[in-house]
């Protein structure tokens, strides 16, 4: 027991002896008395105060012999070692910086490594002193960063020949004696001090875990944190902490630990400090943050917790610079997946998706594509109902690639709103001479649980919520707050009150919504149901059942929440991204609807509707139920018309099945076990409902799609469009042309006996992947109410006439809107657009039946017109209302309140010719083309001008902000008379120099000239790779003018018109042409390359001769000429991009 005269030290807390020992700290004897009971404890506290009293002792006992020798110590290999590493950085002591800012060199390293072998054997690292803790903590350090494989932390793993033979109490001393030396603080969680944590994180990011395929999911959690940051207000290493924390689930399992997570929140942190400063410098944001880093703060790189040699630079080059520059605002929008969301919107939670589409995809996960070429994705299904015209390009690999890239062709940070959570996310992937491909987006699966889960998404706020989809059933979550979706007749339960923060009720859901802080259990309204269990802040666990369906049996399920497979089926269960396996004892049941539970074993043999559940025998829980419909083998149902209103319905290899007809609008009649026949009393389905039912079991609806003796036009909900029928594109949206053969759908201006565009038919063909055939079509017409026509080739019956809009032109009276809601569909708003604030639409308020006033904020020019879902269905009216918004100014804007139409029409086109000189004049027509929304490019008159302007046209292009931009304003092309492979070289040329010099004078101010040129030709030479995945022939117009060399692995022409021919040969045959005469009698020369071939049969050969002879200003495309070179880039864009660069060529040199 230790006594220090009348005091009794075992009885005093760790507080007092503390005190006792900074008043008694120079008495030797206290000292030796309160070491020997310091000994005895264990508490952090007293191990810290040991540390101090036995560093007081040793100096206590130096003092005489210090005093007694002059001379100063020897030099020795740990001294030595310490001296040189700090005058290599030009200081003799420490200067408090972490110790990955040091930068040690491969020999510094080498040499660290052999001075503590040779310390062991001396008893230095047994018996630490502050040199020694100094060298361990700077090589422990340093062998983190390098050499290790995990983030688990571990003494031992530095040196495991030498460390295991160190108590772990002298590894302590040693590393805080060493963070001392350093000039460091040692790290305190709530368990207490972290030694090995405060050494492992001054080494800074572990080398090895970003060459090991980790950089993906890295890069997704980094930027998830630092959305949170930005989004919440958040500086404070303990506040990027705390988020981390919560988003740790995106992490791999073996990262997910407190020791990785405090490195990368310190990551974050100085990134995000690093992007406060390039923000408030570049306050312009036409400069990259690492570009402006670059420049004003060379030595960024050094601030950071990651240091990688120059050899691998590559490894954190793409990180850094991708956390640094990328928007953070909104919805994150990289890559190819689709995402399901609640949001809550003017209060109310509603369903929603976003779909990515800018990224790279493997090509196990796609359908068999060609291997050349591009592939673009047109919307089906419900998703077609809420998007139109395509939605992304896919190119194939090339080179040392072995993935696709995916790129947007419409905004995907934009919300689809009201998405069912039941319906698949769905399109079809079209190429030519690739029969249409139908696919299901990556993670856009039907959702058939009844209980989901959300968690916060990193783009939420408190003024607009947003929860993101985690899975659904029973989930395991390290999310510290989960959000949960279950049917309103359902019972929720916690062991702890405080688990369940708030339940909300969604009628117009029938749901509720429970915000979870902790363990919570949830039950169906049966007397059999079993519990799903959501558990917030633990460690996830996902598990899933995997049934072997089938598409082939000729229908598809009438009920969203079930799902196809054919019996017997052996599910499987599938433990996060592990292998499949059987399911084990008590893990997997299965019954028909309200019959008991039976566990399964081995093969299910039933058909008819099963459920299944999958369940946790150790937790009693379930944590997942599907509704499956079994089907035999060979089964299979097929639907027939026989003339245009009657038809059969047979089943094949469904023995002891039988089906009904219960749609009112046909009569049937069975004719045996196996057949009914049928006739429609009005007007045709295609996709007829029928009841279908086993043997034994409940029945099943299912939808059979019918097949006729021609070709015909079905809309989406299964209507037959009749010979001559007019429709709007509206209409068509969703529907199908479908022929029991394979024949040729063909559209043009109504009327026109040449031009147009053809598509094949084998089978189905969805009409969106003719979505911007039509608008090219339209757009090509010189008035609004214009038609068009869609009419199978060979086909004696009346054309199918397509207009723009449905419903006539809306009236303006005295100020008021004149509609009645009961002359149109339902789901029909008469809204209005201010053209001077072109991105918002503002629906109409009723005033009286058939009136509607304008909204108060609707103010100067304004265009008035019916919206349906994504679909303006009548023609804008102009209407001027008083005031105007103080949105947008400049020569541009100040035209449109020009009341002329002549005079306004001259002084926009004035405007656009010198838009690159009029400061922010491109932000209008962004703003215009980039929120169309539905509406014609030509309802704006400064829009409609753009053709005439190319020079203006191409700014806007190069003035794109991001990706969707991109592709929008490209789009263009199908919306107004132009192609931009025919715009002028010089223009091109012209709008690069104005692009350079707009650049350079912005930034000139921050960086001075020199920097501000270098600056602005690295921002065009960015802008080239952006452009070119759009079309590839673009590069040639960049060589040309002389940004960047040309390609140079293209094909030769002879041989790219013969492989032309050679992929037209099986195509439908239009007839021999003249275009060779026709373009001779204009004066133009053709290469020999497409004159030796059998051009007159092949009209598509002269496609990039008229883009290319036009580009260098030989040639003026007339209209006819303009939709030849349309269809020839839709049915082979590969031909015309390298055909293109080679003619580009040849008539620049005539």
Known sequence: MGRVGSVDLSRLPDEQLCEIFEQRRHDAQFLDELNRELNMRESDEALELQFEVVRARRAFTRVPQAKAEERPRQSGPVRDWLRAFLAARN?????????????????????????????????????????AGALFVAYCAEWFRRESNSTFLRWNDPAPDLFPAIPDSCKRDLADRGLRYWRRDLRRSESGREFLLSVALEGGFPVRILSSGARAWLRDYLRSIMRRAIASRVDTLQEILEIAEEERGRMRKSYQHADFVALCSELVERLLDLRRSAEAEGGAGNVRNSALLDIKRPGWREDLPIYVPDEDEALVAELLTGL???????LSTEGVEARRFLAKIDGQWIMALQLLADGEIPPSKLPNLPTQGRVRAVPTGELSNHLSGELALFEAPMGEQRRWRVLPYTRTAKLVRNFPFSAPVTVTLTSPGLAPC?????????????LLVFREDEGSTPEKPLLRLLRSGSVSSPHKTLYVLFPEDWSIGSASEAAIAEVE???????????????????GGESDSIRFRVEPDTEGREQELEFRSSTTLGFDLGDNQCELAISPVSPLIRDGGNQSRPPRAGELFYRRPGAKWAETVGRIDVSGTVEFSLR??????????????????????????????????????????????????????????????????????????????????????????????????????????????????????????ISPWRTVLHVGAKGARSG???????????????????????????????LAELVFVGDTRLPILISRYRSKQLVHENGMVRWSETASGSGIQPVAKMVLDPRHEHALEPEAFGLWRFPERCKGLCLVYLRQGVDVVSRPLPVQRPSSPEVHTGNLVSTFTIADYATRQAEIGHALNGIGQDVGGFSWLLEAATHLNGLPASAFDALKV??????????????????????????????????????PLSAWRKALEANLTAISTLLEPI???????????????????????????????????????????????????????????????????????RLRETGLNLPPEILSKSHEDFAGLFAPVLLAASAQGKLTIEPDLALLARRTLREDPLYVSRAYAHLLKFYGSK
């Open 91 to 131: 200081t003799l002591q420490p200067d408090s910086r972490p110790l990955y800012r040091y930068r040690m060199t491969d020999r510094e390293f080498e040499g660290v490594k052999e001075i503590l072998r040779y310390l062991a054997p001396e008893g230095r690292l047994v018996t630490p002193d502050d040199r």
């Open 1007 to 1077: 960086l001075g000239a020199e920097k501000a040129a270098t600056q602005a030709l690295g921002r065009l030479a960015s802008l080239r790779s952006e452009l070119t995945p759009l079309e590839p022939a673009l590069a040639s117009i960049f060589g040309r003018v002389g940004m960047g060399g040309e390609a140079t692995n293209i094909p030769s022409l002879k041989d790219l018109t013969a492989g032309y021919i050679a992929s037209q040969i099986h195509r439908s045959n239009e007839g021999r042409n003249d275009l060779a005469a």
């Open 505 to 523: 009720v969604l009628p117009h859901l029938a749901r509720k919504l429970a915000r979870l802080v902790g363990m919570a259990y949830f039950r």
């Open 616 to 737: 946790d025998p150790v937790a009693n829980i379930q944590i997942e139920r599907r509704l499956v419909a079994l089907f035999p083998v060979g089964a299979h149902v097929s639907g027939t018309m026989k003339d245009a209103r009657s038809g059969q319905i047979r089943l094949e290899g469904l023995p002891g099945w039988t089906a009904s007809i219960a749609d009112s609008s046909c009569v049937t009649d069975q004719i045996d076990a196996t057949t009914i026949s049928f006739r429609f009393l009005g007007r045709p389905l295609y996709r007829l409902p029928i009841t279908i039912r086993p043997p034994v079991g409940q029945s099943c609806e299912i939808i059979v799609p019918l097949v006729g003796r021609d070709g015909a036009i079905a809309l989406s909900d299964g209507a037959i469009l009749e010979p001559g029928a007019q429709v709007d594109l509206g209409t068509l949206r969703g529907a199908i042309a």
């Open 324 to 330: 640094l520059d990328e928007k953070m605002a909104g």
């Open 946 to 983: 753009l053709p005439s302007c190319p020079e203006a046209l191409i700014g806007l292009l190069f003035n794109a902000r991001d990706a969707g931009e991109r592709a929008l304003i490209w789009s263009l092309q199908n919306e107004l008379p132009i192609l931009w492979l025919e715009l």
């Open 438 to 450: 139908p696919w299901i987006w990556p993670r856009g699966e039907s959702l058939r649980s009844d």
């Open 756 to 786: 147009g565009l053809s598509a094949a038919v084998d089978g189905e063909l969805p009409l969106g992947v003719l979505r911007s055939a039509f608008d090219e079509i339209l757009a090509s017409l010189p008035f609004q109410d214009d």
